[in-house]
């Protein structure tokens, strides 16, 4: 059983950075591809960003591409997520997500594991 714990969200301006962190606990962290997904309100929980077990693999949204970077530090058991240019539309709930597929997945429905989420609101 692996538990995820996201943090660094809050409100900040557009055009600001933001990086997010998710600590993860309980499972073999390295084995795992990760993934972002964030819900905005009112709307359904889509895909941000994912990373593979050994990082040298990632995917991004077409929305944040050249804006945002996944990264990974399997020593630390942690998956980041870099938020550049931010905008008033990458408002939203984000949560990261392990899945057993260690290639990480655009799809919701290959992970296995999800955090609790952390808010990040961005002010126009």
């Known amino acids: 059983q692996v538990q995820l714990v996201e943090s660094g969200g809050g409100l900040v301006q557009a055009g600001d950075s933001v990086r997010l962190s998710c600590a993860a606990s309980?499972?073999?962290?390295?084995?795992?591809?990760m993934g972002w997904f964030r819900q905005a309100p009112g709307k359904e929980r889509e895909f941000v960003a994912a990373?593979?077990?050994?990082?040298?693999?990632?995917n991004y949204a077409d929305s944040v591409k050249g804006r945002f970077t996944i990264s990974r530090d399997n020593a630390k058991n942690t998956v980041y997520l870099q938020m550049n240019s931010l905008k008033s539309e990458d408002t939203g709930v984000y949560y990261c997500?392990?899945?057993?597929?260690?290639?990480?997945?655009?799809?919701?429905?290959?992970?296995?594991?999800w955090g609790q989420g952390t808010q990040v609101t961005v002010s126009s």
């Open positions: 309980g499972g073999f962290f390295s084995g795992y591809g």
């Open positions: 997500a392990a899945s057993r597929l260690a290639l990480g997945s655009e799809y919701q429905k290959m992970y296995d594991y």
């Open positions: 990373i593979s077990w050994h990082g040298r693999d990632t």
